[in-house]
């Protein structure tokens, strides 16, 4: 910033600074693809098995993408990291496949019931995720809305213990199996030779539709509007007659909304559930926010995707037990080459 | 009699509460009455020869030593520190690898011995004197604590959390995976889930080395550190560093205009808190006989952050209340006495399975009712609660 001032123009070690800034996190990024691609084409002669990655990766992304949006946008608004929201995200799971288990649903169900006891279950698991993640804000965050920003961050890993544990206490300690409703790892069709199983039409189908809704809503409404007017200043939006407590109730809401169903994906994808499933696929998610720059909610769609991908590269190559280091690895390095992510941050102190 | 020795630990220093005494009392005789205690606790028979009761006021004491670190970090600095569990680790792992038959295959299976006496001589492995593998260890995680401090420096707090969060989680993996990768002849770097163990017991010069079933010199050895880490901290908050991390953690850009380097002093406080985790790390991982990967979860990371909270941020003699008050709880009165509680009501639960439920609640209760802690340092409690004050509400009325 300061060398633009100097008539000559910025010198070498300036450019290079900016150079990495730039295409620094692309270029981490590609190494993962770009050396297993090679890998795949001097093994096998084709790119198979990194497009079953990439469609695995996009469809569990789906999933990372909409936990992100909560994260993104409750920075956005209140400048918090939502530590809870993880946790959002296993009750999410946890409702919906306590409703399925209620309801009687199995595998031999017909396609009918199993349809609407889904939909069902996407409802109960919206509904009670975002009433849960309203609370939260009651109770956590807004009684120390003006205190020192550690303050509510404590309270927020406080929370995020006392939920796991309630997860802990619902379901038991170990995976808890769900019923397998939509043979989620049957091929539905091949293209290319990459096979597309049940579970990631699943998480398209859903995931798709809320966020254009989230978005249109976002952008269109007026509830929308007040919530944007509040993420850039809270006090000029109060002034214009803003209802900001309600406002940012209803972020939690939303964010929690989605988290709510990304649980529910979640639940039929990988059909296992457990308490700790919150605190690795909140930090996932995370990260995947911040990729995209927070506060960002095109951003965070890309950074779950991305990441999603990631994950599944390494899933599938590296080793399952790699993966949660790899990923927070990533964290790291984005930390170091850009902080305010792939498509920059849209906070009030991003500068 | 557990609870006796528990409450008069405990009772001097919250004394002070009260009323007020004259400063040299506050500053000398408190301190000393509560050392006189400890050093004679011991001597008492029935807790002495208590070898479980010692082993937990010694691991109490460790976790003093660990809390005192993180209140470096997160107190003084205020650079929220969530994974400070990776300290722990590294202080454990000098002990692991430089004081136990881990190595087994080095020098042709001969092994490696510097200053270490009696049979440890014969063993294979690399086994290095107590007091080495204390300054190594200390130099590992002053390393360690300066890398992981590194990327964190242009970030905004939050930011920092999450970032020392995800280097905890890391160096957590790392010890639970890299029990497959072998070094030095063929030893895996870690032992994983099974843990090094047996590791050296603590041996010191003119001293007899310390035993299994006599847990006193371990206790007077804790205590000893503690007393040495409570030395330092004093004196690196009086000093010209300790004001410059409070000045950082108030206002970071005043204080950068008033000169003070940010990146050196947050490199610092990093380094020097994560020294203590060293410290005590490698103390814990001779006291309790393992090097277990289990032993370095996210959740240590949270208990030990819960002691400073609890005690107050920034406030010395607080956080070793805290610290010794959560020990209490977390070792003795949630696994021994309220453990059957829910299921006496008919709840088909144990405590010991919420436990950090509990914790997370106290950070909740705490940092909503009394943000400053039990026992609070002056400046920070100003801090705390001036800025809970200027509500929107005080704004108003002040502006009218």
Known sequence: MEAASIPAGPPASQRVKQLIGTYGLTAVLLIMPVWFAIQDLTDEGNLVRLGENLVAGLSNGAIWALVAIGYTLVYGIVELINFAHGEIFMIGSFISASLIVTLGLTVDSAAVPVFFGLLAALLLAMIGSGTLNVLIERVAYRPLRSAPKLAPLITAVGMSFILQNVGLLWKGGNQQGVPDLLNAQNTLFTVFGVTIENADVLSVVVTIPLLIVMTSFINRSRLGKAMRATAQDPEAARLMGINVDTTISLTFLLGGMLAGAAGLIYAMYQTTIWFFQGFTGGLIAFTAAVMGGIGNLRGAVLGGLIIGFIQQMSDNRIGTEWTPAIVFGYLVLIMVFKPSGLLGEQTRDAG | ?400
């Open chain 2, 1 to 400: 009699m557990s609870v006796a020795a528990s409450e008069a630990q405990q009772t001097p220093p919250e004394q002070k509460k009260g009323f007020e005494l004259p400063g040299w009392a506050e500053k000398i005789l408190i301190p000393a009455i509560v050392l006189l205690i400890a050093i004679v606790l011991p001597l008492i028979p029935s807790i002495g020869e208590n070898a479980a009761l010692m082993q937990q006021m010694a691991v109490a004491l460790a976790y003093v030593v660990m809390a005192l670190g993180l209140n470096i970090i997160v107190g003084f600095a205020g650079l929220l520190d969530l994974g400070y569990v990776a300290f722990f680790a590294f202080g454990a792992f000098a002990v692991g690898w430089f004081a136990s038959g881990h190595f087994a295959y080095v020098n042709n299976e001969q092994g490696i011995h510097l200053l270490v006496g009696g049979n440890t001589v014969n063993l294979p492995g690399i086994h290095f004197n107590f007091l080495i593998v204390l300054v190594i260890a200390v130099i590992l995680t002053t390393i360690a604590g300066m890398i992981i401090g590194l990327p964190t420096l242009r970030l905004r707090g939050d930011y920092i959390a999450i970032v020392t969060l995800a280097f905890g989680e890391i160096i957590g993996r790392l010890a639970v995976n890299l029990d497959g990768t072998t070094i030095l002849g063929g030893t895996p770097v870690t032992a994983g889930r099974q843990g090094i163990s047996p590791v050296d017991r603590i041996d010191l010069p003119f001293l007899d080395p310390f035993t299994v079933l006599d847990k006193k010199p371990w206790f007077y050895f804790a205590l000893f550190l503690v007393v040495l880490v409570l030395f330092v901290n004093f004196r690196l908050r009086d000093s010209r560093m300790g004001r410059a991390w409070v000045a950082l953690r108030e206002d970071e850009i005043a204080a950068v205009a008033m000169g003070v380097p940010a990146v050196k002093t947050k490199l610092m406080a990093y380094g020097a808190g994560a020294a203590f985790g060293g410290l005590s790390g490698a103390y814990l991982a001779s006291l309790l006989n393992t090097v277990n990967a289990d032993q370095f979860q996210f959740s240590f990371s949270i208990l030990v952050l819960a002691m400073v909270i609890l005690g107050g941020l920034g406030s010395i003699w607080g956080v070793v209340i805290g610290a010794i008050v959560l020990s209490i709880l977390n070792n003795w009165l949630i696994p021994d006495v309220i453990n059957d509680l829910p299921s006496n009501v008919g709840l088909e639960f144990d405590m010991t399975q919420i436990t950090f439920a509990i914790y997370g609640f106290l950070l909740l209760l705490m940092m909503i009712l009394r943000p400053q802690g039990l026992l609070p340092e002056r400046r920070h409690q100003m801090e705390l609660t001036e800025h809970a004050e200027t509500t929107d509400e005080t704004l108003y009325t002040a502006r009218s």
